[in-house]
Structures are given as structure tokens and as C-alpha cells.
């Protein structure tokens, strides 16, 4: 992109690509998404190949306006309204009856959708003018991390799409998905908003995916969704001391990602490199993917995450490390 061309500018160059049917990429308060226009089914398709994700995935509508909601969805609770009262716009997305004439390709032939307004000013002020929902997928090649700055995308993509440069995501994870269409409310994937504040705000009990038996399809909550090409490993730094005395030749160059200090990585048998996360869970979330891509993109052959704590605010990031690692825990 040029210099000279001011913010707005940007806009309208983005606008007119997805009028056009192109996709274009832009920034979220959670991460970069893929944009494209959710009532065109070619522009769609657009995503699903830059992405190579497979057709089955359904992709989250993103707009602007609370009224907009009925353009996509029908048959809306009360409680998902009280819901997108609370925390839109921001990283909270809903899944609602669909309206009929969702496209298949977005909702990966389900009868709902899903629902999100963005707060990141570039992403609303994109919607906006654009007039309409946009499909927006995360901005990265299935499987791989997702991006959490326009740098991020470029390596993803290349120049094959625009991007529009809105700085780092201030929250760093994908949003909150949260199923409103059965009796009760699942979280389908956890996010910084929590089931705790989801609860206060309807004071009633809400279910995890993770823990009940429903019926909800959610495709791309799999293991090694999330994951870098390094092989990755959660440890807990109890572990730390001995797994080092198993360490092999083979294993070098290795690197710690550790909230905790290093001391327990300072010993005379080995020589692993370490890099610092923050010890806060809103930090950490937001420092994490731009972590662990960039130690992808260097020469190590493992990558070791020390383990996060147990506490709710915590709960998004456990889930990420789970998906990043296949779910392997220990030192294996
Ligand atoms: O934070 C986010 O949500 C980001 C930003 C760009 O908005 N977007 C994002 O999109 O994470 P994506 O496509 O990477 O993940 C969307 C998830 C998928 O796992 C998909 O299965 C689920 O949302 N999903 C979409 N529509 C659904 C539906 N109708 N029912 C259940 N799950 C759905
Ligand atoms: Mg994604």
C-alpha cells in the first residue's frame, strides 16, 4: 500500500474489492480475519481456497449493526440479544437459527449461523461502509496459527490479498463462540469473554462443549488446529529439571516459552534458548501467536510451553496450547 493514502482511503480501495467479490484482509480486536462478502457465494469460495480450508467449515458473519442480526439470523432469544447487548461490539460470536437465504457455503450447510460484531475500529468501519455481513475466517492457511498483525497475514498469503494494516489485535485469541440455539447455552470455543460473565449477564448455567455430549457440528475445533509446524510440547515447570537431564543431541536447538523466570532452565548439561511471556492471562493471550510464530519461523526442533494456570481467565489459553500441542502434555 501506498504512503500517501490515508486511512479512509484504505477503506475504500477495500470496499471496492469485495464489492468486486475479492477478498480482502483486516484487523479484529481478537485476530486478523479474511473478509469477503457473505452474500456472494463465488467470494466465499475465494476464502475457502486462499485459506485451504476445507468446504465443510462454516465461517462466522461479521456486521456492524445490531439490527443486522435479523438479516442473517431468525428466531433470535431473547437471551442471545441480551448477550450481544452486553459484549458486542467485541469478541463474543453467536450462533443463531439461520435465515433461509444464507448461503450454504457459509454456514457449511447447517441450518445456523454464526454472528459476530468486531470492535476494532478498522473492522467496524469496514463493515460499515461495506453496507452488509462479511464472512471472515481467520486470516492464516488451514491448520496454521492464526495472525495477529498485518505482517502475520503477509506471511500467510503473501501478495495475493490486501491487507489493511490496523496494528496488533489488542486480545490476541479468536473469539468466544457460544451456541444459543438449543435449550441451553453451549460454549462452543472459549475466548476472553468467559462462561462466567456469559452466566452473570443470564444468570443462568451455561454448558461447554468440552464437557457435555451435544450435537452442535463446530468443525475446526480439532487438535492441531492452531498448531505451529515445530513439534510443541506443554511442560510443567515441576518437570522442567528432569526433562532436561533427558534432553538429546537431536532434540537442539530447543527453546522455553515460559511465563515463569528462567533460573530453571540455567543449568551446566544443556544449552536451551528461552523467551518470556507475560504472567498475566490478558498479556499472555495477546503475545502468544506472535510468539509462537516467530519461533516457528527459526531453526528450533522443539518448541516447550510451560503450563498455564488452572484459573478461569486462563481457560482460552489452556484451550489454544491444547490445540498448538496435539494435546501432548509432559515431556514426551
Ligand atoms: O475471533 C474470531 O472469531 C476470528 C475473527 C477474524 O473474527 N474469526 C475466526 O474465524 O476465528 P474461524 O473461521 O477461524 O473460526 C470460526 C469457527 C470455526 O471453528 C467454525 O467451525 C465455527 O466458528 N462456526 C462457524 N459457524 C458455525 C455454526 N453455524 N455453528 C457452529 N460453529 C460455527
Ligand atoms: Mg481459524
Given at each position: 500500500m501506498s504512503e500517501h493514502l490515508t486511512a479512509s482511503d484504505h477503506i475504500?480501495?477495500?470496499?471496492?474489492?469485495?464489492?468486486?467479490?475479492?477478498?480482502?484482509?483486516?484487523?479484529?480486536?481478537?485476530?486478523?480475519?479474511?473478509?469477503?462478502?457473505?452474500?456472494?457465494?463465488?467470494?466465499?469460495?475465494?476464502?475457502?481456497?486462499?485459506?485451504?480450508?476445507?468446504?465443510?467449515?462454516?465461517?462466522?458473519?461479521?456486521?456492524?449493526?445490531?439490527?443486522?442480526?435479523?438479516?442473517?439470523?431468525?428466531?433470535?432469544?431473547?437471551?442471545?440479544?441480551?448477550?450481544?447487548?452486553?459484549?458486542?461490539?467485541?469478541?463474543?460470536?453467536?450462533?443463531?437459527?439461520?435465515q433461509p437465504a444464507v448461503l450454504d457455503c457459509v454456514t457449511g450447510g447447517q441450518d445456523t449461523v454464526a454472528l459476530r460484531m468486531p470492535s476494532h475500529p478498522m473492522a467496524q468501519s469496514l463493515i460499515e461502509s461495506f453496507g452488509s455481513g462479511l464472512v471472515a475466517p481467520s486470516a492464516n492457511k488451514f491448520t496454521h496459527i492464526s495472525p495477529t498483525t498485518a505482517a502475520a497475514v503477509h506471511e500467510e498469503f503473501g501478495d495475493t490479498v490486501m491487507v489493511l494494516d490496523g496494528g496488533a489485535s489488542k486480545v490476541g485469541l479468536e473469539?468466544?463462540?457460544?451456541?444459543?440455539?438449543?435449550?441451553?447455552?453451549?460454549?462452543?470455543?472459549?475466548?476472553?469473554?468467559?462462561?462466567?460473565?456469559?452466566?452473570?449477564?443470564?444468570?443462568?448455567?451455561?454448558?461447554?462443549?468440552?464437557?457435555?455430549?451435544?450435537?452442535?457440528?463446530?468443525?475446526?475445533?480439532?487438535?492441531?488446529?492452531?498448531?505451529?509446524?515445530?513439534?510443541?510440547?506443554?511442560?510443567?515447570?515441576?518437570?522442567?529439571?528432569?526433562?532436561?537431564?533427558?534432553?538429546?543431541?537431536?532434540d537442539l536447538p530447543m527453546v522455553f516459552a515460559m511465563y515463569s523466570d528462567m533460573e530453571l532452565l540455567d543449568v551446566d548439561q544443556v544449552d536451551v534458548d528461552y523467551v518470556k511471556l507475560p504472567a498475566d492471562a490478558a498479556g499472555y493471550a495477546h503475545e502468544l501467536y506472535r510468539t509462537l510464530r516467530a519461533l516457528d519461523g527459526q531453526h528450533y526442533k522443539r518448541i516447550m510451553v510451560e503450563a498455564v494456570p488452572s484459573d478461569i481467565e486462563w481457560e482460552a489459553i489452556r484451550d489454544r496450547l491444547f490445540k498448538a500441542t496435539g494435546g501432548i502434555r509432559g515431556a514426551a
Amino acid at each position: 500500500m501506498s504512503e500517501h493514502l490515508t486511512a479512509s482511503d484504505h477503506i475504500a480501495k477495500a470496499v471496492a474489492l469485495l464489492r468486486e467479490g475479492k477478498p480482502v484482509a483486516f484487523p479484529t480486536e481478537t485476530v486478523y480475519g479474511l473478509g469477503a462478502d457473505a452474500s456472494n457465494e463465488l467470494a466465499v469460495r475465494k476464502v475457502f481456497q486462499i485459506k485451504e480450508r476445507p468446504y465443510d467449515h462454516p465461517l462466522i458473519v461479521h456486521i456492524s449493526r445490531l439490527k443486522q442480526i435479523n438479516d442473517w439470523a431468525k428466531d433470535v432469544p431473547e437471551d442471545a440479544l441480551k448477550l450481544a447487548k452486553a459484549f458486542w461490539p467485541g469478541p463474543l460470536t453467536i450462533v443463531l437459527k439461520k435465515q433461509p437465504a444464507v448461503l450454504d457455503c457459509v454456514t457449511g450447510g447447517q441450518d445456523t449461523v454464526a454472528l459476530r460484531m468486531p470492535s476494532h475500529p478498522m473492522a467496524q468501519s469496514l463493515i460499515e461502509s461495506f453496507g452488509s455481513g462479511l464472512v471472515a475466517p481467520s486470516a492464516n492457511k488451514f491448520t496454521h496459527i492464526s495472525p495477529t498483525t498485518a505482517a502475520a497475514v503477509h506471511e500467510e498469503f503473501g501478495d495475493t490479498v490486501m491487507v489493511l494494516d490496523g496494528g496488533a489485535s489488542k486480545v490476541g485469541l479468536e473469539s468466544t463462540i457460544i451456541d444459543m440455539t438449543a435449550a441451553q447455552p453451549v460454549i462452543l470455543r472459549p475466548g476472553v469473554i468467559t462462561a462466567e460473565a456469559i452466566v452473570s449477564t443470564l444468570g443462568k448455567k451455561v454448558l461447554s462443549a468440552k464437557n457435555e455430549k451435544t450435537t452442535t457440528r463446530a468443525p475446526g475445533m480439532h487438535h492441531l488446529h492452531y498448531a505451529p509446524q515445530t513439534k510443541t510440547t506443554i511442560i510443567d515447570k515441576k518437570n522442567i529439571p528432569a526433562f532436561l537431564q533427558t534432553v538429546k543431541e537431536t532434540d537442539l536447538p530447543m527453546v522455553f516459552a515460559m511465563y515463569s523466570d528462567m533460573e530453571l532452565l540455567d543449568v551446566d548439561q544443556v544449552d536451551v534458548d528461552y523467551v518470556k511471556l507475560p504472567a498475566d492471562a490478558a498479556g499472555y493471550a495477546h503475545e502468544l501467536y506472535r510468539t509462537l510464530r516467530a519461533l516457528d519461523g527459526q531453526h528450533y526442533k522443539r518448541i516447550m510451553v510451560e503450563a498455564v494456570p488452572s484459573d478461569i481467565e486462563w481457560e482460552a489459553i489452556r484451550d489454544r496450547l491444547f490445540k498448538a500441542t496435539g494435546g501432548i502434555r509432559g515431556a514426551a
